[in-house]
């Protein structure tokens, strides 16, 4: 499986209002708040998280730590996204990566699963730290046991998993660069336009026309901070076919321009763990 985990860390910090500028992960990240309460800000909608509660988040989500009292305890974990889809059960991944009506980000745990929880981020914290035998392969386990926890804490607001609608999404991910637009998605698929927008969004919890801007938006970030490419290049190769339509809806999603966001962001790019 290689290295899954990008990031992994344990926190304990009284916090001031704003100790986090909003941030995105280059993968998928589970927000562990272990002790105490905090306010954590998503794409704008703050919540109120009181412990012990998980977060996933996935790379399509900005967010923030706004604030939270002197008992506050976090883990935070990230894991590479290509390698996390590839690994898991679809319908666990789905989980994480969709936000179908009636997701909520806050996953609250009962005293049980709190101790499970708290294991499986000491373990993963453990592993990552030293070259164990058979490390990965435990890492994997354990990453599982963790999607395990969170699919049966929320079963019972799972929406319907729908193979024709995650078919489409997973052939989204690797033509985003070619796909003209939602009429020739849907034609593509033998569907017509109003069914296939309508089921889309009641699976992903996103239109296709948004899911599709979100995943060429998600890859000029990656090209922007692990590559050397220039701005027109990152365009044409993200499926954009006007750079001024570009700069505009990246700047809208990232609050700066492609090229200030290369030089903010680059210093601050962490490496894997």
């Not at 660069?177 to 699976?203: D, G």
């Not at 090209?223 to 490419?229: A, F, S, V």
Request: hydrophobic share 40%.
């Amino acid at each position: 499986m290689g290295n899954i985990i990008d990031a992994i860390n344990y926190n304990t910090q009284a916090v001031s209002p704003n100790i986090s500028a909003p941030h995105f992960h280059s993968g998928y990240e589970f927000l562990y708040i272990a002790g105490g309460c905090a306010q954590v800000e998503i794409n704008n909608v703050p919540h109120t998280v009181k412990a012990p509660a998980v977060i996933p988040l996935n790379p399509f989500e900005w967010h923030r730590i706004l604030r939270a009292d002197a008992h506050y305890r976090r883990y935070t974990l990230v894991l590479d996204p290509a390698q996390f889809e590839r690994s898991f059960h679809t319908q666990l991944v789905t989980m994480v990566k969709c936000r179908p009506a009636g997701f909520r980000h806050v996953i609250p745990l009962d005293p049980q699963a709190q101790k499970a929880a708290e294991s499986i981020f000491d373990t993963l914290i453990a592993e990552a730290q030293q070259a164990y035998p058979y490390r990965d392969q435990l890492i994997a386990n354990e990453i599982g046991n963790l999607l395990i926890l969170l699919y049966r804490c929320t079963e019972e607001r799972q929406g319907i998993f729908d193979k024709r609608m995650l078919q489409i999404q997973q052939y989204i991910d690797v033509n985003y660069r070619s796909i003209e637009n939602v009429q020739s998605l849907a034609e593509h698929f033998y569907l017509s336009r109003e069914h296939f927008c309508r089921a889309f969004k009641k699976f992903s919890g996103y239109s296709p026309v948004e899911y599709l801007l979100h995943t060429r938006l998600y890859h000029a970030q990656l090209l922007l901070l692990h590559t050397e490419k220039g701005i027109a290049d990152i365009c044409e190769e993200t499926g954009f076919r006007d750079l001024n339509n570009f700069i505009r809806q990246f700047k809208k999603k990232y609050g700066d321009p492609p090229l200030a966001f290369r030089k903010k962001n680059r210093a601050s790019s962490r490496p894997r763990v």
